[in-house]
């Protein structure tokens, strides 16, 4: 009976506690997050944004939500995404930086718990007697994209090498996955736009990133990106724009972007929140902070494509954030939504491991470009 006994709890722990290679997760419903190619490297199908990790204007931003974010951290880090965007401007004054310390923090917590759970359950790892663990493992490495913001003062191209020593530092890693301009001077200070890029090419040169990439290019300035690019022999790997059923969209960035050989990141795939249907102009983000205002102006004209996200997400028996965030997906970008909490980090994955029909794509096509006022455009944003 002791024997038996022993056994019954080794059964139950078996049971209770994930291997390394995630199989006792995968006999839930949960669908993990795929990969696809960015330029170099493979990156996460899905992506985490954590612009509002210590912004307190538009995201009421407070240290205290430390904890409610690494819950959300934690959940998508499971799932298998490994992308992250970040920036050494995400953060609100004495926050500066906050985005890419939380990142570090959190990683080196989550490698410690993984790091438990592989030891506590390692009699039982199947997936180390079959070899997987160890390709899993790399597979779902953590891939930090930050963005260099280009001050007035990073006028040279020394200036954005210590900027990237800088964001190492604060993230207390070696290499950043991608380094990325986060905007073109081209309109403003053009004669700085030649030192940024030779900046982030000798970022690549000095071994501090794998790979680089832009926000906010247009096709025309990523085409003269990549080409610059070429002459130095540097890898790009990903552009980024904001893409959403809300932006005046324009195919051409994603033939750009398969000219330069990277991948199109949709970031605010959910227009900052709008797309989740949660609001209304009964029911608007908090008086003073700028969405606000911005919803109340985009919310009639937007009216019949929120009615159709609707429909569709009822038919697909998904939310419409998940049907929003799917639909990027399915115009072969790589959607970036925060997640600030584990519900909204729930709801994001649940836009992975199925796909909206064409004719559905199609029918928000046609709702998305009926929309009477589309979201602005980023005020850095160039062709």
């Not at 997050?33 to 931003?61: E, F, H, M, Q």
């Not at 506590?120 to 493992?137: E, K, P, V």
Request: with cysteine.
């Amino acid at each position: 009976m002791a024997r038996m006994s022993l056994l019954t709890k080794a059964v139950c722990l078996l049971l209770s506690i994930p291997s390394a290679t995630g199989l006792a997760a995968n006999l839930g419903s949960k669908a993990k997050v795929g990969r696809v190619s960015a330029g170099p490297i493979d990156i996460s199908s899905l992506g985490c944004g954590t612009w509002s990790w210590g912004n307190k204007l538009l995201w009421d931003y407070d240290p205290s939500q430390d904890e409610e974010i690494y819950r959300a951290y934690r959940a998508v880090r499971d799932a298998g995404v490994t992308i992250f965007d970040t920036a050494d401007s995400y953060g609100t004054l004495e926050l500066n930086g906050r985005a890419e310390i939380l990142l570090g923090q959190f990683e080196r917590r989550y490698q410690g718990e993984q790091s438990n759970n592989k030891q506590q359950s390692n009699m039982f790892d199947f997936g180390s007697f079959l070899g997987n663990s160890d390709s899993y493992a790399k597979n779902n490495k953590q891939q930090v994209a930050t963005k260099f913001a280009p001050y007035p003062w990073r006028i040279t191209r020394g200036s954005l090498v210590q900027a990237a020593k800088e964001s190492l530092a604060r993230l207390e890693q070696d290499k950043l996955s991608v380094a990325q301009l986060h905007w073109s001077t081209q309109n403003y200070q053009p004669f700085q736009e030649g030192a940024l890029w030779e900046g982030i090419a000798d970022i690549y040169d000095e071994n501090l990133c794998e790979a680089v990439g832009v926000s906010n290019y247009g096709p025309i300035q990523l085409q003269k990106f990549a080409a610059r690019m070429q002459e130095r022999e540097v890898p790009i790997a990903i552009a980024q724009v904001q893409y959403s059923l809300m932006t005046a969209r324009n195919n051409e960035i994603l033939d750009s972007c398969d000219d330069a050989g990277c991948r199109l990141i949709s970031y605010s795939p959910l227009c900052l929140g709008l797309l989740s249907c949660k609001y209304d102009l009964d029911n608007l983000p908090r008086a003073g902070n700028p969405r606000r205002q911005l919803f109340r102006e985009l919310l009639p004209g937007a009216q019949p494509l929120l009615g159709t996200l609707k429909a569709v997400a009822k038919e697909v028996n998904k939310t419409p954030s998940q049907v929003a965030i799917n639909w990027a997906i399915c115009k072969g970008t790589v959607p970036i939504p925060g997640a600030r909490n584990l519900v909204q980090a729930e709801e994001n994955l649940g836009a992975v491991g199925w796909s909206l029909s064409n004719a559905a794509v199609e029918e928000l096509d046609v709702a998305s470009e009926g929309v009477q006022k589309k979201m602005i455009e980023n005020i850095f944003s160039v062709k």
